[in-house]
């Protein structure tokens, strides 16, 4: 996975910096073929603009967009949001791919 932090008219601390990296190594949790993560923190009017921009093998790319006056409370929410995206994707991936009630009793007939 392609990690990419970079911020704009803000200075980046370590401490910043170490969290979004873990959260992003707990986006894995979700077993997702996720290839490329960029996350874009900029000075906005009303605050922080914080943009991560996931993108999934085949999937459509994930973009979560959060601003806020405080750096960190945007990071969090952005986070959240991520994590929520990423769970519904997974849902709907696993649900999509699990075997329906029909196909079971059709074996349960067969094994018969």
């Known amino acids: 996975m392609n990690v990419q932090i970079r911020s ?20 894995k949790r979700y077993h997702l073929d996720i290839t490329t993560v960029n996350v874009m923190i900029t000075k906005e009017k ?4 914080v943009e991560f921009d996931m993108h999934i093998a085949h999937a459509q790319p994930v973009v979560i967009s959060d601003v806020d006056e405080d750096i960190d409370t945007a990071i969090d929410m952005a986070i959240e949001r991520a994590n929520k995206a990423l769970r519904r994707l997974h849902d709907k991936v696993k649900d999509h791919h699990a075997t329906s009630l029909r196909e079971i009793e059709l074996v349960e007939e067969a094994a018969e």
């Open 8 to 27: 704009k008219e803000i200075k980046l601390t370590q401490h910043l910096n170490d969290h979004i990296a873990l959260a992003i190594e707990n986006f």
């Open 46 to 49: 009303k605050g922080v603009g």
